[in-house]
């Protein structure tokens, strides 16, 4: 759900991004996507809606279906990596090595936690 709201999200940033009213829009977009204009889009020279396909505007299938999976796969070892660092134990392990000597002010060890 919170996937497709992100991407519902889209059209609103670009629109935002060129200086245009992005709620009028949207809301103009959806209109046009409800009533079955699947080829409409934001015209960003104009700031109107448009048809990308008589604009010339093509996108691959392929290069967006890939995107998609990759950003997804993504998100899927960042959470992967989250849960592991939240389950490691935390028993004190801690890493000792000196510092630099050049700073009279700095203390002679710095303690990095490995555990």
Known sequence: ????????MLPTIIADNAGYDSADLVAQLRAAHSEGHIT????MKEGTIGDMA???ITESFQVKRQVLLSAAEAAEVILRVDNIIKAA???GCFFFFPLQETCPRSPPLLSIPIC
């Open 40 to 43: 409409a889009g934001l015209d």
């Open 89 to 91: 134990p935390s028993v």
């Open 1 to 8: 759900m919170s996937f497709a709201k992100a991407l519902r």
């Open 54 to 56: 008589v604009l010339g």
